[in-house]
């Protein structure tokens, strides 16, 4: 099923992300991991893309797995930054092969060795290709608190625009902390023109070294009354997973009584955490209507 038929229904959806191993010997337990996820029936479920390299196929393997053991909708990660055309138009003809039919392009990271190849600079470009390639729903990336590299938040969002124009059917957002800071982006985006569904992404942090390595990455914001909760719950890790998934529970409560249909969780391989959110939104998801 493609996403986009499913975010132009009136009806809330929650949907996961998983990601899949560096090595092939962990293949099986990260599979099992993400099926316990699967089971959990979310509307439907990303796999992210590790750059480059040999690892690219279990992105494909774990996306067509799921999708025919759960049935759950699949979202196949690819990023183009360190590939050449010709690979991603085999990955491409991988996804199609293997019944994907909804692919979130991205540029990927720049490695810190430098680039690879010089054939795809922007995601954009990636965009236009699978959209002459294939009829995929494609999703794109976004920054509410504008992407690290780009110095003007203008210019990252005038950016953002023409990767829609190229052919993005939704946007998914970076992890934020503070909810007005998506609610800012949201509008600044539809004034701007971008009329796609744009999906919040809410990341639970369930210890405190994943939030420093995280907002390292990202350069995503921690508001005060976060920094307050790690700073007293961070050294207790059973503490900390209780917190880190309220805090994530909350947020998604909010952004759906301010009208968000649509939430992305980044739920990291961690069945217990993607579970513990479901029973926090138990009867807030009942009624799934608009
Ligand atoms: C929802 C989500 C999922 C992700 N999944 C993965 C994953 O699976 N694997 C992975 O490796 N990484 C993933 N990432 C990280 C992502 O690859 C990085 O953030 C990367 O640095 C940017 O990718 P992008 O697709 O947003 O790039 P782009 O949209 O190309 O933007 C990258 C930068 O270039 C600038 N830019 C864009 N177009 C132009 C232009 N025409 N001229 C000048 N500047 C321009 C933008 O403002 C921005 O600063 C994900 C990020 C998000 C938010």
Redesign the pocket.
């Known amino acids: 099923m493609k996403i986009s038929e499913l975010l132009n229904q009136d009806a809330i959806t929650i949907s996961f992300e998983v990601f899949p191993p560096k090595k092939r010997e962990n293949f099986d337990s990260v599979l099992s991991t993400a099926r316990s996820i699967a089971q959990l029936k979310p509307d439907f479920m990303s796999v992210?893309?590790g750059?480059g390299g040999g690892t690219s196929d279990f992105t494909a393997d774990i996306a067509a797995d799921l999708q025919k053991t759960s049935g759950v909708p699949m979202l196949a990660?690819l990023?183009c930054v360190s590939s050449t055309r010709e690979y991603v138009s085999r990955m491409t003809e991988v996804y199609k092969e293997k019944g994907i039919e909804n692919i979130?392009a991205?540029?990927?990271?720049i490695p810190k060795e430098g680039r690879i190849c010089d054939e795809y600079h922007?995601?954009?470009e990636l965009i236009r290709d699978l959209r002459e390639k294939g009829d995929f729903c494609i999703g794109?990336?976004c920054?509410p608190e504008g992407?690290v590299?780009?110095e003007h938040k203008k210019?990252?969002l005038r950016?953002l625009k023409?990767?829609v124009d190229a052919g993005c059917d939704f946007l998914?957002?970076?992890m934020f902390f503070d909810n007005d800071v998506f609610y800012n982006f949201l509008y600044r985006a539809r004034d701007i023109g971008i009329n796609v569904p744009i999906l919040p992404?809410i990341m639970p942090i369930t210890n405190k070294k994943q939030l420093s390595s995280s907002v390292a990455m990202s350069g995503t914001s921690v508001p005060p009354r976060f920094s307050a909760i790690v700073d007293r719950f961070g050294d207790s890790p059973e503490a900390m997973k209780q917190v880190g998934i309220i805090y994530a529970a909350d947020q998604i409560i909010d952004l759906i009584a301010s009208g968000v249909r649509h939430i992305h969780v980044y739920s990291m391989n961690k069945p217990d955490v993607a579970e513990g959110i479901l029973d926090k939104l138990s009867e807030v998801l009942k009624d799934r209507s608009i």
């Open positions: 992210t893309y750059a990660h990023t979130m991205l540029r990927g990271d922007y995601a954009y794109g990336a920054y992407h590299e780009c210019d990252d950016h023409e990767k998914t957002s970076q992404g």
